[in-house]
């Protein structure tokens, strides 16, 4: 794999120290004006040791146009985390605070940070000839389960085969340290988290995994094969795990949490700190996809195993029907068909053409076009009844949301 870090990655090595011999996981933590860091260093502190020795790589970054005020903020924070990590005294857990300004207007974001995190964290597996080593991605304002590490440490082992993983979350929804509107706001977005994913499921998607940015571990050696991080602004983390969900030996990993901060942001274009700021600015109620657009998908899903045979006539509904359409669907059965042998390869091939970007494609589709979207409690309750569970009279959206999380938990 030295064909990776020779030519995929953006610096020569940042850590000048040879890792210990028994180095078995690197946390990679980016860092943007982070006031809570510490916090959440001192959560991963007080983890239980796994059985191997991990290090723990902060990215403190921030590009060349970055306005004064936060390049002062961020050096402060490299300050202070640099005094904190020489006050601590551990056989097993190191920490290395790298500070990383000035980076390129273009690229500077979070994708670029968790790459140069993530790059270095491949030297130190590399350079401990652990190439099977684990690399896992937290954030600077997230909580952890006390036994998280010593977890993903032992999922991986039971499961040798699997190249990387989903972790199991949970924002907070009540506390000190935000107010009731921003608990309910999180509370409502993370009920569209998890309905977005379980109406995949139940419309049969073989690829419905959630990907949280600070919830994803993978292995070295698969992290390299796969080309490593990209470097976007947002949606970094979808975009990286979705080459990894459409591999067989991809993972969920259940029995810890990681606790993602529920604070409204403006730094990227999407995702869980913007969603929450618009809900809070607007005072809105959230929405999510319509349950039609998924009722629709699940007839085509069921009828994936028939399309192989060149002269069976599928049935859809008219919304559906034109999306396939507008993507040149014929084109590409045709295509699939003739490039597949059996049921089974068709099947596989379907799906990687039929993905998680073209879900997305599909989902926006059918909400500009046919169906817009709902309140997400309507959406939850639907999939809930659909689904076979019950959350009795009248259910709150904290009730929905309660419910959903055992239901994720419970499948490992």
Not at 190 to 199: G, M, P, Q, V
Request: hydrophobic fraction near 40%; charge should be neutral.
């Amino acid at each position: 794999m030295t064909s990776y870090l020779q030519k995929r990655t953006l610096y020569p090595p940042l850590i000048k120290t040879q890792p210990p011999d028994d180095l078995g996981m690197v946390l990679v933590i980016p860092a943007y004006d982070e006031p809570e860091l510490i916090d959440s260093l001192e959560g991963l502190r007080h983890c239980q040791a796994p059985a191997q020795t991990v290090e723990v790589i902060v990215i403190i970054n921030h590009s060349e146009k970055e306005k004064p005020e936060v390049k002062q903020r961020n050096y402060r924070c490299f300050e202070q985390a640099m005094s904190w990590s020489r006050t601590l005294r551990s056989d097993w857990l190191h920490f290395h605070i790298l500070y990383c300004p000035e980076l390129p207007e273009k690229h500077a974001g979070v994708g670029m940070a968790r790459k140069i995190g993530m790059d270095e964290a491949c030297r130190r597996l590399e350079a401990a000839g652990n190439p099977d080593g684990l690399i896992v991605c937290f954030d600077a304002d997230s909580r952890c389960d006390s036994n998280f590490l010593r977890q993903i440490e032992r999922y991986f082992q039971r499961y040798s085969r699997t190249q990387a993983a989903s972790i199991y979350f949970e924002h907070p929804l009540k506390g000190e340290d935000f107010n009731a509107a921003t608990y309910r706001a999180i509370t409502l977005y993370e009920l569209h988290l998890r309905y977005f994913i379980n109406a995949q499921a139940w419309a049969g998607l073989p690829y419905a995994y959630q990907t949280i940015g600070s919830s994803m571990a993978v292995r070295c050696r698969s992290y390299q094969k796969q080309g490593g991080m990209n470097r976007r602004k947002a949606g970094e983390d979808f975009y990286f795990l979705h080459k990894f969900t459409m591999l067989e030996e991809f993972g969920v990993i259940n029995s810890t949490r990681v606790i993602p901060s529920p604070r409204p942001s403006h730094r990227v274009p999407f995702g869980t700190g913007r969603a929450i700021g618009q809900l809070l600015a607007n005072q809105l109620e959230a929405d999510t996809y319509a349950p039609a657009g998924f009722v629709m998908l699940r007839q085509l899903v069921r009828q994936v195993p028939q399309l192989f045979q060149a002269d069976f006539s599928i049935n859809i509904a008219p919304p559906l029907a034109t999306f396939l359409q507008s993507v040149n669907f014929e084109e590409r059965l045709s295509e699939m068909r003739t490039h597949t042998s059996s049921p089974n390869a068709f099947y596989k091939r379907f799906f990687r053409w039929f993905d998680a970007f073209m879900l997305m494609k599909y989902v926006h589709f059918i909400r500009d076009h046919h169906r817009a979207n709902v309140p997400v409690k309507e959406a939850a309750s639907w999939l809930t009844e659909v689904s076979g569970f019950s959350t009795g009279t009248d259910p709150t959206v904290k009730d929905l949301l309660q419910l959903w999380r055992s239901i994720d938990r419970s499948e490992d």
